[in-house]
Structure formats: structure tokens, C-alpha cells
């Protein structure tokens, strides 16, 4: 089984979906169509589209086709469940760093669901938040961990083992892997880093500390982030972009290695030098 999962706000009507589909069903491959963040909303498919959900066949995929963007990997990666299935994605989004394939370049496909796929395993992050002595969110990240306030000016203090290594006040702070080393933290002014490599990416966000950098850390380290001297301001945690818990004052968010890993395919057509020269210049 292929589960071809689209983006149907990037892919219109599933035009790029429905061509997957054809190409593959008279190669004899089984298809199934899992498209992302419909939530209900039929009315983004085609009526001839019967959907399923990722979350639903797991491990029976034998591959998983992404076609959108960045953001979209990231939901596919989300709904496995950290079940190593490959991913390969198609790009429709505007940067799409963790895409193998642009639209024109299907033909390539076939080729490579019949064994030439390139393997790349992706570091992923544990997240737990700890509130008054007892972990109330426990959850994994492929991307990153985002702490920001709601506009307000935040404080933060970060430890690595137990070991202070900055307090600072700013609008936040990124935890990312190295696969989210070209998403938000990039932005805030952190290093590109190999996608297959393991890191931890410490970037803050604006800091009122004019010398205060990105650190990369080794994958054996734990990360601790208090949250200090809210009172009264807003601050949440963000996981791969998906907003889940309002932060409150000394909460402290835990970040390390998971145990768990992404599998991310590609075709071998461009390296990450390649792709970051022609996406970043």
C-alpha cells in the first residue's frame, strides 16, 4: 500500500494527487489517498477522491508520498506515530526543504518506489512540560519546539544537564532538530545543519541580550527551559507548528533525543548543498 497524502489547499482539486495515483495504480501499485488538514471539510476534495486517514494504516504503508509543502511532511510525520515509513515528499510549497520531488519531475517516481529510494534517518525530539513537580504534556517533534509569548516580551532561563547556560528576556526561543535547522530557526538566526546529522539547536528569538547566539549541542544533552516572571503575560508552547499548551510561570519544558526516528526518502537528484544554494540565495 502507497498512501499519497495531500495538501488539498496546495494541490487544487488534487490535480497532482489523482496523477500519483493513476501513474502508480497501472505500475500495480495499491493506492489509498490520506489527505491533510481537510478536518471534515469534504468540500476541499474531489467527490471521486475516497479518503482515509494516514493515522489509520500506519505501518501498513510501504511508502508515504507527501504532496504540498514543508508543513505538510511534518502533519504526515505527525499522524504515523513515529512508525519509520518512508516519506517522500512532492513540493508545492514555497521553500520545501524536506521535499524530494517538484511536480515536473514525477517520471522519477516509478524508478524509485521499485528500489531507488535514498534513505535519510531523521533525529527527532522527546518534549515534556513540567508544571508544579508533575509532567502534564508529554509528546515528540521532527521540526522543533517553540516557546513565544502572546506579543509580550518573555523571560527564560536555559539549562543543558542541569548547568545554567543563559536567562535572557526576549519574544521566545526555538529547540530544533537538525531537519528544523531550515525552518523557524533559520529565521531567528540559527545554523543551517545537516539534515541527517544529531544536534540540538538552541536559537532564541529576538533576545534583549545583544551577544546571545544560537548554541549546537550533542545529542546526549537535555535541555530545560523555565519560564520566569510571567505574571500576568501569555507565553505557549508550539510543536512543529502546531500550537497545544498555554505556559505558565516556572513551568519548565524538558527537550532530548527520542528514541524514535523519521524516515525521509529522496530520489538522489539534488544533495542539501545543492537544494539550500538554489532555495536560500
Not at 504503508?61 to 513515529?82: M, P, S
Not at 522543533?144 to 506579543?151: I, K
Not at 546571545?212 to 545529542?219: T, Y
Amino acid at each position: 500500500m502507497i498512501a499519497i497524502c495531500p495538501n488539498p489547499f496546495r494541490d487544487i482539486r488534487c490535480r497532482v494527487t489523482l496523477e500519483i495515483k493513476e501513474r502508480l495504480e497501472k505500475a500495480g501499485f495499491e493506492t489509498c489517498v490520506c489527505p491533510l488538514f481537510v478536518e471534515g471539510d469534504s468540500a476541499a476534495l474531489p467527490e471521486n477522491i475516497k479518503a482515509r486517514q494516514l493515522s489509520e494504516l500506519g505501518a501498513g504503508c510501504e511508502a508515504v508520498i507527501v504532496v504540498g509543502g514543508d508543513g505538510t511532511v511534518l502533519a504526515a510525520a505527525r499522524q504515523l506515530h513515529n512508525i519509520p515509513v518512508p516519506i517522500l515528499g512532492v513540493n508545492l510549497g514555497t521553500k520545501g526543504f524536506m521535499t524530494a520531488l517538484e511536480p515536473d519531475e514525477l517520471d522519477h517516481l516509478l524508478p524509485a518506489l521499485k528500489g531507488g529510494m535514498r534513505f535519510s534517518r531523521r533525529m527527532k525530539l522527546d518534549v515534556s512540560v513540567i508544571r508544579k513537580g508533575k509532567t502534564i504534556l508529554e509528546d515528540s517533534v521532527l521540526n522543533d519546539a517553540v516557546m513565544h509569548g502572546y506579543g509580550d516580551c518573555i523571560k527564560m532561563t536555559v539549562y543543558c544537564n542541569g548547568e545554567r547556560m543563559t536567562s535572557f528576556s526576549g519574544d521566545g526561543i526555538i529547540l530544533s532538530t537538525p531537519t528544523g535547522s531550515t525552518g523557524y530557526s533559520l529565521s531567528a538566526g540559527g545554523p543551517l545543519v545537516e539534515p541527517d546529522g544529531e544536534n540540538i539547536i538552541i536559537s532564541p528569538i529576538c533576545p534583549h541580550v545583544m551577544g546571545l547566539r544560537s548554541f549546537v549541542l550533542g545529542p546526549t544533552r537535555t535541555v530545560s527551559v523555565e519560564m520566569q516572571k510571567l505574571r500576568g503575560r501569555r507565553a505557549y508552547l508550539s510543536l512543529d507548528g502546531n500550537s497545544v499548551l498555554d505556559l505558565a510561570n516556572e513551568d519548565i519544558v524538558l527537550v532530548k533525543r527520542s528514541e524514535s526516528y523519521t524516515l525521509m526518502a529522496d530520489v538522489g537528484l539534488r544533495s542539501f548543498y545543492e537544494v539550500t544554494y538554489e532555495k536560500l540565495r
